[in-house]
């Protein structure tokens, strides 16, 4: 009932590895190219520069130019303003920092977060006990010892989780699933994840397809379902409605009508419409990023604040609606910390994966740790896709709210329908399992959905080759905005 860990994982570790040595071979080429130009240069020619006296030999691993832009056009800008000596104190630091390692590298990260990230954070909540220590009960002190022989609640809970896959294997109206799942197999899916989304006209025939499905019960589905695989590696599970307390459910509705009901719209992406599609259409609708995630982009050269919490705010953590926001997350704290522990007993090993991520300096954890992510789908529907950027062992737990009817989760692989009830925890691979809902045909439905994203257990590596690959752009533009000069003529 457990993930394993492929050896696909550690493929990425030595890709990784790879991709850094070639950005710093990439760099060292570019910076050959550069000196040889200036030795070149100064044994033919005497530059007048007013900032000659600079001592070069004083130039150590420090840069001094974290002002300079993150942006390619503004860093070209930003070279007018500097002198000749200053440029080459600048190509100096680069040819120094190219022998720092790893740990070193990434400190000279940047981001367009950098001024948010350092703000003092708001102390939103009390500090949380530690993991593994007195549990949720908050109790003061620990628990006196228990026989070793004692039926304790993981244990109960794994035999839950057995229950519900007997329950899979035992319904008559699933027999053909049983049957596809004996021939499924975890790591074949792996290794069929592909890159890309479906096209257009595939998703069509998914859709067609999608209603032929075989469809699950109402009834079957309330009381929980759990499938694995031949090696039983565990693909969705989806759990009894009473799994979560009711009281939680009654907080989500009414703290996310008030977050709503004072949120600007904006927050509410509505721009990407492949993926989902508006349950309602009088209502408002969109999508809602939270949290910390990697997008390894030029504006974002590590883990970052997600645009939907900060909403594009430099010094976010002062702003009002970011503020809103963080109240909405604490205040179903415990939700988020219920949800936290299913995926503890589930896989442990994984919830100590997702809980051992180390964040950058002054990059707060979310409050819905141990998950870097949350998105909120508003009168929202999905479409045929996969999560290709969530950890491919990992899980995503799927939450729904609303009065409603419709909106059956589906697996293409499987071909399967499954209904959820307001307040149904689904967990299930979805970065490995196409799957998208059927429409919603009466009321609105919200969800929520929980995850990590890959490039999160690896960011140091993703981040030392962006920075590797800014300098090897910085002493480009370096090189070309001299040579406009006539310095190397």
Known sequence: MSSRIYPAAHGKEASGTSKIQKARLRLDVSLNAIFAAFEKNDAETEYNDPHREVN???????????????????????????????????????????????????????????????QETPLWRGVLPKLGTYGTARRQAPKRLQRRDRYTNIDRKSDEMGYRHLRLQEAPELESLQLKLD????????????SAQPEPEEASILLEAGITYTQVS?????????????????????????????????????????????LPNRFFDRDDKRFSKACDDSHM?????????????WQHERPACSFGLR???LKYKEDENYMLIQQFLVENDALFRHIGGILKRMDEKLYEEYSSIELPPFVDKTLF??????????????????????????????????????GDVTFAELRLKIPLQK????????????????????????SMVLFTPSRMFNWKQITTVQVLNRWNREIKDCTEYLATLGYFS
């Open 285 to 297: 609708n969109g999508i809602i990023h939270l949290g910390v995630w990697n997008q390894a982009t």
């Open 423 to 446: 307040g149904q925890l689904l967990v299930f691979r979805s970065a490995l399992l196409t799957h998208w809902n059927q429409p919603v045909y009466e009321g609105v439905r919200h």
């Open 369 to 406: 740790w141990p998950f870097c992510m949350l998105a909120i789908n508003r009168n929202c529907f999905s479409l045929p896709h996969k999560d290709l950027n969530d950890l491919a062992r990992g899980f995503c737990f799927l939450l729904c709210w609303g009065d409603f009817k419709g």
């Open 183 to 194: 021939s499924t197999d975890l790591h074949n899916l792996l290794l069929q994840k592909g």
């Open 218 to 262: 109402a009834d079957l589905a309330a009381g929980g379902l759990c499938a694995e695989d031949r090696e039983y590696n565990t693909l969705f599970d989806l759990l009894p409605v009473d799994e979560i307390n009711p009281k939680y459910i009654l907080r989500l509705e009414h703290t996310f009508n008030e977050l709503c009901s004072r």
């Open 56 to 118: 070069l030999s004083e130039v150590g691993l420090v840069d001094s130019y974290t002002g300079a832009p993150l942006a390619k056009r503004e860093f070209v800008k930003w070279l007018s303003s500097c002198s000749v000596m200053e440029i080459k104190k600048l190509v100096h630091e680069r040819r120094s920092a190219l022998l720092l390692p790893e740990g070193e590298i990434i400190k000279h990260a940047k981001s367009l977060c950098d001024i948010g990230d350092r």
């Open 311 to 313: 909403g594009g705010s």
